[in-house]
């Protein structure tokens, strides 16, 4: 086992992959360990399915390679890799039963009956499906199948779950609940998950790792907090959460500080390693502040690092948030700023003069 | 919206459906009257034409041969149907909406216009006229037929559907097997009734394409130049429509019941 440690779960390799003269993929590389729960994360079209469908063994990579559990996978088919998907569409198969259609698999593999009987079960209780199993797909709900199709996957003991969008035909309520039971499914079995999304929250939340995507190229790879605070460029900081991008220029530097010029703000000093390794000062023309990282100085006493006065244009009140739109000076849009509605405090009334807090830890630093 | 009202409407429906099928309903009417006359009033009650048909050799001969050619008919355009329909329905290939156009034309050509082309033909290429040419015949304009069916099937078929097959370990023929040929087996057996009919009870091309051997249209047609044998003609007519009624209602409950199975459209507008 000492090997599996060093060893990733799979390993992709410089993977290009073309349809004609489209290129979808422009050379991937990525390594992910065992146990892991890693999204592709990106806008439609931007190649995270056909990865993912490579991964299956759907789709043979134009170059490079892809290899799981230490095995190169070229040439192999989909019917002989240790991995199984989880579809979009969920792909039950309309004409069998709830346990047929988790059985399937184990009955390729020639399984006695009484043991995929035992092993159906016991995976359709983990999903909380264990009195459905005599129901066919089109008497079940789209959450039951999600959780079916899950279970015919689980129950294949993969060493890879591959999960294409799976909870993109969910309303709102039952995919926040998802998130967290697939989360913690994932935690309590222990095997690597890999999800294709373009939900950025549901990303967030789920994964140990998320790889962001544009246009066939993977542009960041990091834990969800480190994308979340450190993108790095505008691009990959407008697509995770919500960014306020001011104009700023670097002013001057020292051997272990910038001194940044932000007109809206003001000027502050940051540490240089905030900046990573590829960016460099004269690439400063944009900075970017979270909705959360600007604070309204309501009570008379409050203070903070830095503050400028501005104008409240608008508030949408979420109960346990307002997010204020505040015009700030010299600048057309308005930013947003997030607010918790802590006892006592009342909502900004629009056209009301306030004051906004704000740090040099607020201000994030990026590529163009 | 009102330009009809409901009233004309339904005279109109009326009318529409004695049209259609006054002619039919004649047909057994006139085949248990007693008269060799096919003429109104009816005289009385008979089942003696249709014991007539028992006993008359050529008419078992003719079909059997419909049978042989029926059968040989609607099992090559399936067959031939099935791929084409999976094509159509699967891959994008430079051409195909022409390819499939051209498929599908016999649908519209005139049955006379293929059947001049198709005994020319054979005429030049020095092949003897015999029940396998009126099957290749029939095999052009059941062909269509098949690709309409069973391309209906197929695109109720999720791709997905397959793929998950092969995810979970199973071969191409296991999934084939397993999945693919239990979704739209419904629809073959429904494109085999279907051809099987048309087959059954087409005259034209049988006619100029037969030998010796007539096919049961073909014999029909030199009965009735004999009028007391019209009686017998047309009981024949009843037994052949009542077929061709039952064959046609199972067709489409087997075809609705794929569809459903599939959770798509039961209505004729899918195919």
Same mark, same amino acid.
């Given at each position: 086992?000492?090997?599996?440690?060093?060893?990733?779960?799979?390993?992709?390799?410089?993977? *290009?992959?073309?349809?004609?003269?489209?290129?979808?993929?422009?050379?991937?590389?990525?390594?992910?360990?065992?146990?892991?729960?890693?999204? $592709?994360?990106?806008?439609?079209?931007?190649?995270?399915?056909?990865?993912?469908?490579?991964?299956?063994?759907?789709?043979?990579?134009?170059?490079?390679?892809?290899?799981?559990?230490?095995?190169?996978?070229?040439?192999?088919? %989909?019917?002989?890799?240790?991995?199984?998907? *989880?579809?979009?569409?969920?792909?039950?198969?309309?004409?069998?039963?709830?346990?047929?259609?988790?059985?399937?698999?184990?009955?390729?593999?020639?399984?006695?009956?009484?043991?995929?009987?035992?092993?159906?079960?016991?995976?359709?209780? $983990?999903?909380?499906?264990?009195?459905?199993?005599?129901?066919?797909?089109?008497?079940?709900?789209?959450?039951?199948?999600?959780?079916?199709?899950?279970?015919? %996957?689980? *129950?294949?003991?993969?060493?890879?779950?591959?999960?294409?969008?799976?909870?993109?035909? $969910?309303?709102?309520?039952?995919?926040?609940?998802?998130?967290?039971?697939?989360?913690?499914?994932?935690?309590?079995?222990?095997?690597?998950?890999?999800?294709?999304?373009?939900?950025?929250?549901?990303?967030?939340?789920?994964?140990?790792?998320?790889? *962001?995507?544009?246009?066939?190229?993977?542009?960041?790879?990091?834990?969800?907090?480190?994308?979340?605070?450190?993108?790095?460029?505008?691009?990959?900081?407008?697509?995770?959460?919500?960014?306020?991008?001011?104009?700023?220029?670097?002013?001057?530097?020292?051997?272990?500080?910038?001194? $940044?010029?932000?007109?809206?703000?003001?000027?502050?000093?940051?540490?240089?390693?905030?900046?990573?390794?590829?960016?460099?000062?004269?690439?400063?023309?944009?900075?970017?502040?979270?909705?959360?990282?600007?604070?309204?100085?309501?009570?008379?006493?409050?203070?903070?690092?830095?503050?400028?006065?501005?104008?409240?244009?608008?508030?949408?009140?979420?109960?346990?948030?307002?997010?204020?739109?505040?015009?700030?000076?010299?600048?057309?849009?308005?930013?947003?700023?997030?607010?918790?509605?802590?006892?006592?405090?009342?909502?900004?009334?629009?056209?009301?003069?306030?004051?906004?807090?704000?740090?040099?830890?607020?201000?994030?630093?990026?590529?163009? | 919206?009102?330009?009809?009202?409901?009233?004309?409407?339904?005279?109109?429906?009326?009318?529409?459906?004695?049209?259609?099928?006054?002619?039919?309903?004649?047909?057994?009417?006139?085949? !248990?009257?007693?008269?060799?006359?096919?003429?109104?009033?009816?005289?009385? !009650?008979?089942?003696?034409?249709?014991?007539?048909?028992?006993?008359?050799?050529?008419?078992?001969?003719?079909?059997?041969?419909?049978?042989?050619?029926?059968?040989?008919?609607?099992?090559?355009?399936?067959?031939?149907?099935? !791929?084409?329909?999976?094509?159509?329905?699967?891959?994008?290939?430079?051409?195909?909406?022409?390819?499939?156009?051209?498929?599908?034309?016999?649908?519209?050509?005139?049955?006379?216009?293929?059947?001049?082309?198709?005994?020319?033909?054979?005429?030049?290429?020095?092949?003897?006229?015999?029940?396998?040419?009126?099957?290749?015949?029939?095999?052009?304009?059941?062909?269509?037929?098949?690709?309409?069916?069973?391309?209906?099937?197929?695109?109720?078929?999720?791709?997905?559907?397959?793929?998950?097959?092969?995810?979970?370990?199973?071969?191409?023929?296991?999934?084939?097997?397993?999945?693919?040929?239990?979704?739209?087996?419904?629809?073959?057996?429904?494109?085999?009734?279907?051809?099987?009919?048309?087959?059954? @009870?087409?005259?034209?091309?049988? !006619?100029?394409?037969?030998?010796? @051997?007539?096919?049961?249209?073909?014999?029909?047609?030199?009965?009735?130049?004999?009028?007391?044998?019209?009686?017998?003609?047309?009981?024949?007519?009843?037994?052949?429509?009542?077929?061709?009624?039952?064959?046609?209602?199972?067709?489409?409950?087997?075809?609705?019941?794929?569809?459903?199975?599939?959770?798509? @459209?039961?209505?004729?507008?899918?195919?």
């Amino acid at each position: 086992m000492a090997e599996n440690a060093t060893r990733p779960m799979i390993a992709i390799t410089d993977v *290009v992959k073309k349809f004609g003269t489209f290129t979808a993929l422009h050379g991937i590389t990525a390594d992910i360990a065992e146990g892991e729960f890693f999204s $592709l994360l990106g806008p439609s079209g931007c190649g995270k399915t056909t990865l993912l469908r490579m991964l299956a063994g759907f789709e043979p990579p134009t170059g490079g390679t892809i290899s799981i559990d230490g095995k190169d996978m070229s040439g192999i088919a %989909a019917n002989a890799r240790p991995t199984n998907m *989880v579809f979009q569409s969920y792909a039950i198969f309309p004409h069998l039963n709830v346990e047929e259609n988790v059985g399937y698999g184990l009955k390729t593999r020639r399984m006695p009956k009484a043991q995929i009987k035992a092993e159906v079960d016991k995976v359709l209780a $983990l999903v909380d499906m264990a009195n459905y199993g005599k129901r066919k797909a089109h008497e079940l709900s789209g959450g039951q199948r999600q959780r079916v199709a899950l279970a015919r %996957a689980l *129950v294949m003991r993969p060493k890879v779950i591959l999960l294409d969008e799976p909870l993109s035909a $969910l309303d709102k309520k039952l995919r926040d609940q998802m998130q967290v039971e697939l989360r913690a499914l994932q935690r309590s079995i222990g095997i690597t998950f890999i999800l294709v999304t373009h939900d950025q929250e549901e990303a967030l939340i789920m994964s140990d790792r998320i790889a *962001v995507m544009f246009e066939g190229r993977i542009e960041q790879m990091d834990k969800p907090e480190g994308l979340y605070r450190h993108p790095v460029n505008k691009r990959v900081a407008s697509f995770i959460g919500v960014m306020n991008f001011l104009p700023a220029v670097a002013r001057d530097e020292t051997q272990d500080t910038i001194t $940044l010029d932000i007109p809206s703000l003001g000027t502050t000093i940051i540490p240089r390693d905030r900046l990573g390794s590829s960016i460099s000062v004269r690439d400063i023309t944009t900075v970017g502040v979270r909705p959360e990282m600007l604070t309204l100085l309501f009570d008379a006493n409050d203070t903070s690092e830095h503050e400028v006065e501005a104008e409240v244009v608008d508030s949408q009140y979420y109960g346990d948030m307002t997010y204020y739109g505040v015009r700030l000076r010299g600048q057309d849009a308005p930013v947003t700023i997030s607010m918790r509605n802590t006892a006592g405090r009342s909502v900004a009334a629009p056209g009301s003069t306030v004051r906004v807090g704000w740090g040099a830890e607020s201000i994030v630093v990026f590529r163009d | 919206m009102r330009y009809l009202s409901a009233r004309w409407l339904t005279v109109y429906a009326v009318t529409y459906m004695i049209f259609l099928y006054a002619p039919v309903i004649l047909l057994p009417l006139f085949a !248990f009257n007693t008269s060799t006359i096919v003429a109104f009033p009816l005289t009385g !009650f008979t089942t003696e034409w249709f014991v007539g048909l028992w006993h008359t050799e050529t008419l078992h001969v003719a079909l059997w041969n419909s049978a042989k050619v029926a059968v040989s008919t609607a099992l090559l355009s399936t067959l031939l149907g099935a !791929f084409a329909a999976r094509a159509s329905a699967r891959f994008a290939f430079p051409g195909k909406t022409g390819i499939v156009g051209l498929i599908m034309l016999p649908l519209v050509l005139p049955e006379i216009i293929i059947a001049v082309a198709l005994l020319i033909m054979l005429n030049q290429l020095g092949l003897p006229l015999s029940l396998w040419t009126v099957v290749a015949g029939h095999v052009l304009i059941c062909t269509p037929f098949s690709i309409a069916i069973l391309s209906s099937a197929y695109r109720g078929l999720d791709r997905e559907l397959e793929e998950a097959s092969l995810d979970l370990g199973e071969s191409r023929w296991g999934t084939f097997r397993r999945i693919t040929l239990p979704l739209v087996l419904p629809g073959i057996i429904s494109s085999l009734l279907i051809t099987f009919t048309i087959s059954l @009870d087409e005259f034209i091309i049988a !006619f100029f394409l037969t030998g010796t @051997d007539v096919t049961l249209p073909v014999y029909i047609w030199s009965q009735l130049r004999f009028p007391a044998k019209l009686p017998s003609v047309m009981a024949l007519g009843t037994i052949l429509l009542a077929l061709s009624i039952l064959l046609l209602i199972v067709a489409e409950a087997l075809r609705r019941r794929s569809a459903a199975r599939q959770g798509i @459209d039961t209505t004729l507008a899918g195919v």
